[in-house]
């Protein structure tokens, strides 16, 4: 359990707004959602707002920033890593 939170922590998950127990696979598939409208605006098929969907999947799976402003979702790179983070999610939640 311990790996498990530590890689948490790793990619940004904030096991103490959520523990990873009371963590759905509802919540997560929202996340998932939220993932591919991003995904969409960074493929030109959306217009939605990536600053507005980023808050939206922030406020899904909660992240520690602590005082700083979380970074809206802009690259394919940092949506890599949020997939990844939401396929470990998936994992633990099962």
């Known amino acids: ?13 904030d096991a103490s707004r959520m523990p990873l127990g009371k963590l759905s696979k509802e919540t ?3 996340g998932y959602q939220v993932l ?3 995904s969409n605006v960074l493929d030109g ?4 707002s990536l600053v507005d969907l980023s808050s ?3 406020t899904v799976i909660p992240h520690d920033f ?3 402003v ?10 890599k890593e949020k997939l990844e983070m939401i396929a470990a999610l998936a994992d633990a939640a099962l």
Not at 70 to 79: Q, S
């Open 1 to 13: 359990a311990d790996v498990i939170k530590a890689a948490m922590v790793e990619i940004g998950y």
């Open 28 to 30: 997560v598939k929202q």
């Open 36 to 38: 591919q409208r991003i």
């Open 45 to 48: 098929k959306s217009k939605e």
């Open 56 to 58: 939206e999947f922030y």
């Open 66 to 68: 602590g005082f700083r």
């Open 70 to 79: 979380p970074p809206p979702l802009r690259t394919e790179v940092m949506l």
